[in-house]
Every structure is written in structure tokens, then in C-alpha cells.
């Protein structure tokens, strides 16, 4: 341990700058970052620059700040405070041309490259709400793509104006967080009916209600299940890092234009501020999104004049014609009402009804079929115990599973990108072991729709906080946990 | 036509004409038209159908949107694509569909409770933004749907299912409403007065920008007589103020009757044209900028309606929002100097990259 007056320090190697004390004290961490720098040998150019570029407009605080950058280097190196230093090696990654990116740029950055690979035009619109607003911020810089963002009166109108626009042959997206999932359920459920791509970002954040803004939760996946009235049900992708952003958008996408229905996309906070190194893609190598729009009569009237029907489905998908206004001979109405198989017309038989819902509901499940198989990560082949998960605690769990490997033990891990549909091998990959255990940042929401689909008695691992690294003595507990769960006692 | 002015903007400019003459029967779909018989929305649709064909404009390039009631079954007994949506909501879907495609005629039926009860918000941010839709609110001053419970156009005291002591709330002026968002057309008329109404359809269809009309609509079934005061054949014109642009606001069976600028407070009222004199009678300006006077206008009516304004209270041109939104698109568009996919690459690349071999 040892014991510094940072604050001190930053002052005394500011003042030739006639800062007040105040702020020069804010200038602090920069003699931190340097200090820090000195302790694991790393280049300060970068730093500097950066400096010098973010307060080019403010010359003395960009002074103030190199010059407290610079202290903090030199103390490390001249103090006897100090007796190693450390070079950390580079992780090990695969070759490439890298960048930063945080979950919510790498989220944006998806939709538009969706919107790219689709060919239609993207159309956001969206209600401004933590911690998903910088998503719409950044689509908004984006319109030289011939994106549309529309910043509505409130969280419904965001989503109803992108239902609209995808009516309309857009690519129709909305970004919110759980309060706002609340208040777009109808509209969801409306776009469940009309069967018309939707990408819902749900960017999920401590609740109930107002609940924690800024800090991070996975508790909306009931509410992406099954928040809606009747049967309504709505694909699940759920990104694993802020980088996995990007192809979990282009996923979510895929799924909209392909099966004509609503996504969720159901990314948190932790992802979406979090940033981590992303390998740039090779844009050759982004998936073709592109789509048909229906332009001509699919079927025959009964005096024999064709017509258009416009839930007449794809026998593979189960998908229906997406016939867009301005075509001419396929004029049609849709809307929130059942309709008659095939015609689209009004429909209150109950045969019908039955039918639909059933349809609807396999269209989803058929999602699955276009879905790779959920692959473990057991390096010693022969664990019995499964960690499964889902969203941002893929990095932790991995962590968790390393150190009880490294403890000498065998533990798999799995990680879900799609919860709904689940992946066609999931119930075989969860009968291959003894137990199942599934962490959560919730009370067991994840756990609760696989016990119910697969029967498996699963162990949940609840915590309703962020992903702090936890102290020693709690990580070692925890390890404990899956370790007795390894062991079998 | 000469009971509603002629405004000649050219704002079906980016709609697709068609050469093929139409007919009223176009416009007609299969389904059975379900309204009790002999209610006004029959006279709506009729009125609605028979008066497109003059646009000339290709079906398929007219969207009707609805929310949730009796008047919003309307998309399916039209010929053209619908959206029937949910409640409240057909402003806000309408929306996105006018800023996404501008080569869309967009209409949205409403009535008195979906456009001004649960989806009030909408209405009034839609009207605000200046988005190109043609509102129609259908108001019959109740709730048909859901069989007669009173409306957010309800006079206080309404006798309802839910207010069976009475109705205590204060009911919304609709024209009022919308001149108070600053909504850039804004109309009243009749459903039982065809030529009236038609004319009413054009204006707001030549009308660039958001268009709000109010139709008066009886429900014979749970408010039926809600307009008979000015539907009166013999004494209806006495509280029926007919404007036309340009033209001096003078009503009644003979003619008797004139809207004059009070005196005292600077307040519109009406007054007795022979006792005023003509040359104090107000004539109508349905361009003046200020929306202050159409206000004034619709406050001619109260809640029980003694004078009732129809025809175009407001009409001005104001930039909208979907043409400015995709204005802005087009201008970032035109900076590009290669195709969208070279442009991805520098975007995902961005500025601070490092390599790793």
C-alpha cells in the first residue's frame, strides 16, 4: 500500500497555470494516469495527444493536464516509492486492423450497416431515455446513409413512427430501456399482428420502474418474452460484449426482414457503455441482407382475376409477402384485428383464430432452423457442470470458469445469443451435464424458461447488481459455489 | 366549388398522377361496410370516395391509417393501402410513414376519443411538427364503439353509461386544440352537407403540411340529434357561420347575422348586421399568420355550440417536417463522395486504429 497526495501533488505541478485550486485539483487523474503509466511501462504519446487534441480550444487546461500527466510519470520514476515496475503483454489476438468500441457505437454501427447490406433506407425513431439515447445521438450523425431519426413526443410514438416507416419499406428501428419496452408493448404486439420487420433495442437497465438508470440489470427478459397481451411472441437476440453489438444488430436484422416480425435486440447498460477492442470486419464479408418486395398478385380471385393476398406465407419461413404503398395492384389493409388466413380479410372465426396464433408462434420457433448450434467451451472435454448465460456476463462467467479450471477442475461454459427461439441442440447440450448452473443479473428469468421448456433441474446464480469485480473473499465464495456444484455435493 | 377557397399550393408535386380516369367505385373495396345504418360515416366514406378520383392521383400511392373506433374501420373500405392501428396511435405511425416516403398521399381517421383522449399526445405533436398528413376527426361527441360512454367533446353534464349523474369534465374544442399547436390547416364541416364537405377534403388534400379536419358526425345510435341545432333546414344557417376567404362573415337565414370585432375587448362576437352596420363586419382571412384570429373564430362556439364556424379557419404555408427531415438526408447524402458501402468502411474503421499480426 502506498500513500500519495495526489491532490497536492497535481496542484503544485499546475500552478505555473493560474488555475484556482479547484480546478486545478480536477486535473488529478491525469497525474494518476500518468503514474500509472510509468508503473506498467506504457507509451505516454498517445495520451498527450489526446490532450492536446481534446482541449485544443482551451490551450492552458490542456497545458495543466500534460503537465500533471507528466508529474505523475516522473514521480513513479524519480520516488524510491516504487520498487517494480511491470510490462503487461499483449492479450493474445487474432491479426487484424482493431479499434475501441463501446456497445452502443458498435450497436449503431450494425444498424447501419444492416441498413447498407439490406439496401433500405434505416428510419429511427426513437424517445430519449438512459442508457440508450447515445444510440440515437450517433444514428442521428449518420444521415449522409439516408438515415431517418425521428425523436418523438414519447416512447410510443418512437416505436408507432418506425412501425409506420417500416409499412412504409423502411428499415424500422426503435431504441429504448425497460420503462420504455412498457410502454411500446401494444405497438409490439400490432407489428406481432401486421407481421412487418421491427427492431426493438432494449437496452436494459435496473428496475421496477425508474429503478437504477444508470447502472445495469438483466431483468427485462420476461418482459421481452412475454410482455405483451394474447400470444404474441417476438424473437430474442442478445449481444455478449459491447463489440458482439455490431453482428448481434446485423443478426437481429436478419431476423426481421427475413420472418417479417419484431426482434428484440436485448443488449444492457454494462454493454452499452463498456467499451473493448473490435477487430474492424471486412465489409466483403458482412451478411446480404437484401429483400423482395412483393409486386405482383399472388393468388385468383374466383372468377378467376388475380388478386393479392397479403398473408399468403412462404412455406419455409412462414414469412408473408411485404408488399409496399406505391405498388400499384396490391393495395391492401392490415391491422390489429385477426385476419382470415391467406386474405388478410377480417376474420372472427375461432378455427381461424386458433390457427393463426399457431402459425404465428411456429413462424417464431422456425427462426431457429436458420440459427447455429449453441457451442460449449470445455477445454478438458470432460466436465459435468454447464455454466449457461446470456448477455454482458459472458466476460465474467468466463472469468469465473477460468479460475475453476485453474483450480483444477472441470466446468463448460455456454453462452446464448438467441433466446428466442433457443437453438435446435440446447435441450441435447443441457442433457450432456450433471448440472446446469445459470448466472443471472436478475432473480432467474433465463432459468425460468429453461426449466419450463427442457425440464433440467437448473441451479440459478442471482445477483442484481453491476458486474463489479468482486473482492477476493466474494470471488473465492462464488468459486466455492460452482465448485461444490462441480464436485457434486 | 366556391364555399371554401382555392389555395392552389402545389403540394401533390411528389405523388404519382395516374392518366387512367377513376371513378368513385375505385375506391370501394369487398368488405361489408359495418356501421349501425344511418350513421354519418357512411356520408364520410361516400363523400371521401367520391371526391379522390379528382385528385388524380395513383391509388396505390394513398395510405389510409386509423386508430381504434367506429370511424377508424375506415382504411378497410378503401381501395388503397391501410393501416388500421391502435388506439390513439395512427398520428404517430402516420408519421413515420409521410418522413419515410414522400411519394405518399397519408391520411389519418380519427375520431373524437382516439385523437383527442388516448391519443391526444400524438394529435397534438403531429400537428405542431407540420408533418404532410390529412387528419380527419371524425367527432360525434361520444364513445359508439364501446357503447356509449361520454367523449373528450362531450358537453359537461352528459348523461352517459359511465356519467349517469352527469359528465363534470370540460370538454376540448378540437379546432380550438389545434390552432393552439399552431397547426398550419385547419377546417370544420359537415358530414351531412356533401358539397360542403367535399370541399373542405380538397382544400385539405391540395394543403401541404399537416391538415386537421373536424367533421361534425351524428351517431343515431348513442348521440343521435348532437348537430341537429345547425342541421336545421329552417333555422340551422341562423348558428352556421360559413367562411370563405376574402369574403365578409356574415350567416343566418337572411342574412342578418355578422361576426364583428368587439369593441369593448377586441374579442370576436356577433352582432346584428343592420344594427353595426357592413363595413364592420370581419372578413375572413383564412392566410393571416397570427393564428390568434382562427382562434378568436373557433371560440364562436362553446361547448353547446350557438355558433358554429364551418370552413377553413387557417390555412398557411409553412415549412414541414418530412420534407426539412428528408432535406437534411438528401444534403448528407450529396456530400458523399463514394457509395454507401466504401462509406461504411471508413465509418467502422473510424480514426484511432492499431494492428495486430
Partial sequence: MHSLDLTGMTVEAVKEFGLGRKEAARAKNMFALGLLSWMYNRPTEGTIDFLRSKFAKKPDIANANVAAFRAGWNYGETTEDFSVSYEVKPAAMAAGTYRNISGNLALAYGLVAASVQSGLPLFLGAYPITPASDILHELSKHKRFGVQTFQAEDEIAGIGAALGASFGGALGVTTTSGPGVALKSETIGLAVSLELPLVICAIQRGGPSTGLPTKTEQADLMQAM????????????????????????????????????????????????????????????????????????????????????????????????????????????????????????????PANHDLMVRTRQAKVDGVARSIPDLEVDDPNGDAKVLVLGWGSTYGPIGAACRRVRKAGHSIAQGHLRHINPFPTNLGEVLKRYEKVIIPEMNLGQLITLIRARYLVDAMGYNKNARHAVPGRRARRGADRDVIAGVDGS | MTDVVELGFPSLGSIPKTDIPQRAADFKTDQEVRWCPGCGDYAVLAAVQGFLPELGLARENIVFVSGIGCSSRFPYYMNTYGMHSIHGRAPAIATGLASAREDLSVWVVTGDGDALSIGGNHLIHALRRNVNLKILLFNNRIYGLTKGQYSPTSEVGKITKSTPMGSLDNPFNPVSLALGAETTFVARTIDSDRKHLTSVLRAAAEHRGTALVEIYQNCNIFNDGAFDLIKDRTNGADWTVRMEHGEPLVFGTDSSRGVIRDPENGMLTVADVNEVGKDKIVVHDAHAEDSAYAYALSRLSTKDLPYTPIGVFRSVEHPTYDDQLRGQVAAAEAKLAGDHTSELGSLLRGQDTWTVD
Avoid at chain 1, 410482455?227 to 455490431?246: K, M
Avoid at chain 1, 458482412?286 to 372468377?303: G, Q, R
Fill in chain 1, 226 to 349: 412475454y410482455g405483451r397481451n394474447g400470444e404474441a411472441p417476438v424473437p430474442i437476440v442478445a449481444p455478449q460484449s459491447p463489440a458482439d453489438c455490431f453482428d448481434a444488430a446485423l443478426e437481429a436484422v436478419r431476423i426481421a426482414l427475413t420472418y417479417r416480425t419484431p426482434v428484440f435486440l436485448l443488449s444492457d447498460g454494462y454493454l452499452a457503455n463498456g467499451s473493448e477492442p473490435w477487430r474492424i470486419p471486412d465489409i466483403a464479408g458482412l451478411p446480404d441482407l437484401s429483400v423482395e418486395f412483393a409486386t405482383e398478385p399472388n393468388h385468383t380471385d374466383a372468377k378467376g382475376n388475380p388478386e393479392f393476398w397479403p398473408y399468403l406465407r412462404d412455406p419455409e419461413t412462414l414469412a408473408r409477402p411485404w408488399a409496399i404503398p406505391g405498388t400499384a395492384g396490391l393495395e391492401h389493409r392490415i391491422g390489429g384485428i385477426e385476419k382470415a388466413d391467406g386474405s388478410g380479410n377480417i376474420s372472427y372465426d
